[in-house]
Structures are given as C-alpha cells and as structure tokens.
Nanobody, 122 residues
Framework: QVQLVESGGGLVQAGDSLRLSCLTS????????MGWFRQAPGKEREFVAV????????SYADSVKGRFTISRDNAKNTVLLQMNSVKPEDAAVYYC???????????????WGQGTQVTVSS
C-alpha cells in the first residue's frame, strides 16, 4: 500500500505562485509514475501534470502548460508542483496520484492522497 500526503495548498491571489508537495511512503518510489490532478466543485477530477518514474518525461494539461512545473526527488520520495501565474480557474482540490504503470496512462493512477485545497482570489 502506498500512502500519499499532500501539502502546500492555501489562499493565493491571481498571478501569485504556490508550490504543492506530495510525500509518499512507497519503499520503491522510483518505480511509480506520479501525477497531480485537481477537482473543482461540481466538476470531475482532471489531469494536471504527470511525471515518469525517472523524472525525465513530463506531461501537462494545456490549461497549465507554461505556468506549472512538476518535478520529483526520488531520494526524498517527494513530488512537487510549482504553480506560477495562478488564475482563478486553477482553484480546486489538488490530488497527488501514483501508478506503477506508464506515466501517460492517467486512468491507472491507483493511489491517491487526501488532497490539498487551492483557493485563488481575483
């Protein structure tokens, strides 16, 4: 069982930056692709960014491309999401996910954290 704990959410103003962190309990963290997903009120959870097991390959939703950066530190069992130029439409609960499968298969993320709330004031 893999446990994920997100942190770093909060209230920010539009245009500001925020960094989300996800700490995992996985003994073999480097064998898991990791991702960030978000869910706004009344909407389904959506893909934000994913990163391969090695960290060499990353993929972003079009809505965040150029503003958000996903990274991972396999030595610290941590994945980060740097959010720059935050917009009101970025407001959501952000979830960290993990999968032993390929990073691009967003339907196979089996492990989830409890989420961290990001609120954006305009």
């Amino acid at each position: 069982q893999v446990q994920l704990v997100e942190s770093g959410g909060g209230l920010v103003q539009a245009g500001d930056s925020l960094r989300l962190s996800c700490l995992t309990s996985a003994r073999t963290f480097s064998t898991y692709a990791m991702g960030w997903f978000r869910q706004a009120p009344g909407k389904e959870r959506e893909f934000v960014a994913v990163i391969s097991q090695s960290g060499l390959i990353k993929s972003y939703a079009d809505s965040v491309k150029g503003r958000f950066t996903i990274s991972r530190d396999n030595a610290k069992n941590t994945v980060l999401l740097q959010m720059n130029s935050v917009k009101p439409e970025d407001a959501a609960v952000y979830y960290c996910g993990a999968t032993p499968g390929p990073y691009y298969d967003t339907g196979r993320y089996d492990y989830w954290g409890q989420g961290t709330q990001v609120t954006v004031s305009s």
